[in-house]
T-cell receptor
């Protein structure tokens, strides 16, 4: 199955700044999903990207799926303390329903 | 709408003891997943059910782990005997077929945090 890598593992951000986390797959994906897990919580679905080059926005969050459908990014603008948590990407192969999760990017915010 | 329910939320046991986790998925969700999440890692699939059928248990360590979903609703995951390395969070998730096609959205429960001493 595919392996999904995320970088960076940790992101410490000043409140109000922007940052980006990246997700890379060893194989072409049929789709990619992003989840957020708050400290002590469980993963919560954020968004799914399906099309090559697709870009979706949710308020201050911008998600992008690469042209080759092997990578994705999450960009957060004007970071707030509510953005604290771990962001996971999860990808599924072309003939595989199974989601492979990355190790996540853990975000902390300093006020 | 109630989310995925799991119990217990926390469990501390001694090694070699058995332990069981219970999951009640979102009403109407035919697909149920059990994941294991180690500290600092993403969830790893253990088993997937479509109704009462285990359609993918390739990642389940069958020497000590077992699962069932007898009536296609609630599910139980069991470990017997537990080992120190089994300490982790066990997450249950459920989903239903996507109307628009594509990957199903998985809804996770709060998880059971297991500590094996």
């Amino acid at each position: 199955g595919q392996q999904v890598m995320q970088i960076p593992q940790y992101q410490h951000v000043q409140e109000g700044e922007d940052f980006t986390t990246y997700c890379n797959s060893s194989t072409t994906l049929s789709n990619i999903q992003w989840y957020k897990q708050r400290p002590g919580g469980h993963p919560v679905f954020l968004i799914q990207l399906v099309k090559s080059g697709e870009v979706k926005k949710q308020k201050r969050l911008t998600f992008q799926f690469g042209e080759a459908k092997k990578n994705s990014s999450l960009h957060i603008t004007a970071t707030q303390t509510t953005d604290v948590g771990t962001y996971f990407c999860a990808g599924a192969g072309s003939n595989d329903y199974k989601l492979s999760f990355g190790a996540g990017t853990t975000v902390t915010v300093r006020a | 709408e109630a989310g995925v329910v799991q119990s217990p939320r926390y469990k501390i046991i001694e090694k070699k003891q058995p332990v069981a986790f219970w999951c009640n998925p979102i009403s109407g969700h035919n697909t149920l997943y059990w994941y294991l999440q180690n500290l600092g890692q993403g969830p790893e699939l253990l088993i997937r059910y479509e109704n009462e059928e285990a359609v993918d248990d390739s990642q389940l360590p069958k020497d000590r782990f077992s699962a069932e979903r007898l009536k296609g609703v609630d599910s139980t995951l069991k470990i017997q005997p537990a080992e120190l390395g089994d300490s982790a969070v066990y997450l249950c998730a459920s989903s239903q077929p996507s109307v628009a096609g594509g990957q199903e959205t998985q809804y996770f429960g709060p998880g059971t945090r297991l500590l094996v001493l």
